[in-house]
């Protein structure tokens, strides 16, 4: 599907992602007036080499994402970032990311991913962009941001400095990390937040780690997933997109769709095939394929990603010009990839 066309065939509201943008359609109006599109951009991980010298791949991938952006037509109403704007989180990394960032035209909602976070637990990050958890309005949509990258107070304060805690969060398969939580205290605003908003107002989740748990070992987890959950049960339309696992990963659990976003900066390869231990297989309801991590553009690409009445598809644009598409199947009750569900490729061997 092209994009122009998808667009114009969809009329609703839309969610986009950039190469990797994502254009996400949200279409939960009543009228066709009422929905509306918007774009996601996440994990660009802007890294510095040394004074004004930044890895010059990861600028790419946002510059590119920021003019995708600015080109989409129709115009998406804002943009959101999923988080790891910086690899290491210096003020040089998010000042340098910012500045790409302020050639989009767009508004953009910032959601704290764990490398921005982890070098002074997120200090200079919300001096720039503002508290770390949020709700806003948008034509009949309640949009909620949360921080789901903190972790256990006794972990955060262990460090001799904050370069060294950064530096083991930074890494994918430390066995020295914590597992990621939303926590006490913003699971009670959020409670707070969503008691003034009806049941049926359509809810859209953004978090930086998956409000699900898939796989610790990689902290592609939120330790209180199962109490997030519960606190959207009671709405009837529920979306959560995230990034973090730079990866293409959906799943369904109860009313709650999930879906990630892809990354600006590299892919991931799935945590199961990686491990190639079956203990460490991620307890999934939905069968994914895998990234390859052979294939630099792999899990790189376009998304559209149509909320329309409240059940998300997912329109991905890979690097080969193929489509894939990500919908929900209405008799199974969860989304599915229709290409690929039932025809996996087979995981692949590393040594
Ligand atoms: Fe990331
Ligand atoms: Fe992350």
């Not at 070098?119 to 034509?139: A, C, N, R, V």
């Not at 430390?174 to 049941?199: C, E, H, I, T, Y």
């Amino acid at each position: 599907m092209k994009r122009r066309n998808f667009l114009k065939g969809a009329g609703a509201l839309m969610v986009g992602g950039v190469l990797p943008v994502s254009l996400v359609e949200v279409a939960f109006g009543k009228s066709k007036q009422e929905n509306f599109t918007f774009a996601y951009i996440s994990d660009s991980h802007i890294q510095q080499i040394k004074g004004n010298e930044f890895v010059r791949n990861f600028d790419r991938g946002l510059i590119r994402a920021v003019a995708e952006c600015n080109m989409m037509d129709p115009k998406p109403d804002f943009v959101i970032y999923g988080g790891d704007l910086a690899q290491l989180g210096s003020k040089p990394e998010i000042d340098h990311g910012l500045e790409i960032m302020s050639a989009c035209k767009h508004k953009v909602h910032y959601v704290m991913g764990e490398h921005d976070y982890y070098l002074d637990l997120g200090k200079y990050w919300e001096s720039q962009l503002g508290p770390q958890w949020y709700s806003f309005d948008h034509k009949g949509v309640h949009f909620v941001v949360l921080n789901s990258i903190i972790v256990d107070e006794k972990w955060t304060n262990k460090w001799s400095s904050g370069e060294e805690r950064m530096g083991v969060m930074a890494g994918l398969d430390n066995p020295l990390g914590s597992p990621f939580m939303v926590g006490a205290a913003q699971r009670a605003w959020l409670k707070q937040d969503l008691a003034k908003v009806s049941k049926d107002t359509p809810l859209v989740v953004l978090s930086h780690s998956p409000l699900q748990k898939i796989y610790k070992g990689w902290n592609f987890w939120t330790e209180d997933a199962e109490q997030i959950q519960a606190i959207l049960k009671p709405f009837k339309k529920v979306n959560v997109f995230y990034g973090h696992v730079h990866q293409i990963q959906y799943n369904q659990i109860g009313n709650i769709s999930f879906h990630s976003v892809m990354a600006t900066a590299w892919p991931w390869p799935y945590p199961s095939t990686y491990s190639q231990a079956s203990s460490h297989l991620p307890k999934l309801t939905v069968e994914m394929n895998r990234a390859d991590p052979f294939f630099e553009r792999d899990a790189t690409g376009w998304q559209f990603i149509d909320v329309w009445s409240g059940n998300t598809s997912m329109h991905l644009q890979l690097p080969e010009n193929n489509t894939r598409t990500v919908a929900f199947n209405k008799k199974r009750k969860r989304p599915e990839d229709k290409q690929y569900q039932s025809k996996r490729v087979p995981p692949q061997k590393h040594y």
